[in-house]
T-cell receptor, first 113, second 119 residues
Framework: TQLLEQSPQFLSIQEGENLTVYCNSS?????LQWYRQEPGEGPVLLVT?????EVKKLKRLTFQFGDARKDSSLHITAAQPGDTGLYLC?????????????FGKGTLLTVNP | DTEVTQTPKHLVMGMTNKKSLKCEQH?????MYWYKQKAKKPPELMFV???????INESVPSRFSPECPNSSLLNLHLHALQPEDSALYLC??????????????????FGSGTQLSVL
C-alpha cells in the first residue's frame, strides 16, 4: 500500500498570511489529487496533478507535483477565513484488479479573521 | 446535475436497530463508493461498486451490507452496529472504475454524508 504523509497536521493562521501544506510518499504516483472538505460536507476536488514538475494555479492556491512524482505541495497566498477546512491529498493505489483512491491524513487549516 | 445526494443527513440508532443509508447520482457514473470518516480523520474506503457489481470490500464487518439496486442508487444497510461505528459515512461516484496505473486521474464526486451516531 502506498502511503501519503501530510504535514502539518494542524495549522492555525491569521487572515492574510501565506501557508504551504505538504504531501509526501516513498512511492511514485501517476497522479495526485487535492481535496478540501468543510465541516458537515463531503470532500470537493480542487485539482489533479499528473506530470512531474507540474504547477497548477487556482486563484490564490498553487499546487505543485514533484519531479519524481512522489510528493506534492499546496500553497495558499493571502489566506482568508473561507479557506478554513480539511485539506486532503489523495492518490490511486492498487487494490487488486483495480485502483482505489487513498487519502493522506489531512491538514486541518483554520484561518482566523 | 453534478450532485451526489445522500439521505438521511443525520441518523441516530441503537445497537439493535436496522437502518439504511441511501445515495443517489444522476451523472451516469458507473462506479460508486462508500467511505467512512471519523472526526478530523481522512475518509477510509469501505466498498466500491462498478457496473452495479461489488468490486472492492475493504474487509468491512458484515454488520455493514452494501447494495446497488441500479446504476444510480447505492445503499448501505446497517444492523447491530457498535458505538465505535459512529462516523460520517460518505458516498462518492466516478465516471469509471480506475483499472490501470496510468489512468489514475479519475475524479470522484462526494455526497455531503450521513452523520451516524450509534447509542
Amino acid at each position: 500500500t502506498q502511503l501519503l504523509e501530510q504535514s502539518p497536521q494542524f495549522l492555525s493562521i491569521q487572515e492574510g498570511e501565506n501557508l504551504t501544506v505538504y504531501c509526501n510518499s516513498s512511492s511514485v504516483f501517476s497522479s495526485l489529487q487535492w481535496y478540501r472538505q468543510e465541516p458537515g460536507e463531503g470532500p470537493v476536488l480542487l485539482v489533479t496533478v499528473v506530470t512531474g514538475g507540474e504547477v497548477k494555479k487556482l486563484k490564490r492556491l498553487t499546487f505543485q507535483f514533484g519531479d519524481a512524482r512522489k510528493d506534492s505541495s499546496l500553497h495558499i497566498t493571502a489566506a482568508q477565513p473561507g479557506d478554513t477546512g480539511l485539506y486532503l491529498c489523495a492518490g490511486f493505489n492498487s487494490g487488486g484488479s483495480n485502483y482505489k483512491l487513498t487519502f493522506g491524513k489531512g491538514t486541518l487549516l483554520t484561518v482566523n479573521p | 446535475d453534478t450532485e451526489v445526494t445522500q439521505t438521511p443527513k443525520h441518523l441516530v440508532m441503537g445497537m439493535t436497530n436496522k437502518k439504511s443509508l441511501k445515495c443517489e447520482q444522476h451523472m451516469g457514473h458507473r462506479a460508486m463508493y462508500w467511505y467512512k470518516q471519523k472526526a478530523k480523520k481522512p475518509p477510509e474506503l469501505m466498498f466500491v461498486y462498478s457496473y452495479e457489481k461489488l468490486s472492492i470490500n475493504e474487509s468491512v464487518p458484515s454488520r455493514f451490507s452494501p447494495e446497488c439496486p441500479n446504476s444510480s442508487l447505492l445503499n448501505l444497510h446497517l444492523h447491530a452496529l457498535q458505538p465505535e461505528d459512529s462516523a460520517l459515512y460518505l458516498c462518492a461516484s466516478s465516471q469509471n472504475l480506475v483499472l490501470s496505473w496510468g489512468a489514475t486521474n479519475e475524479k470522484l464526486f462526494f455526497g455531503s454524508g450521513t452523520q451516524l451516531s450509534v447509542l
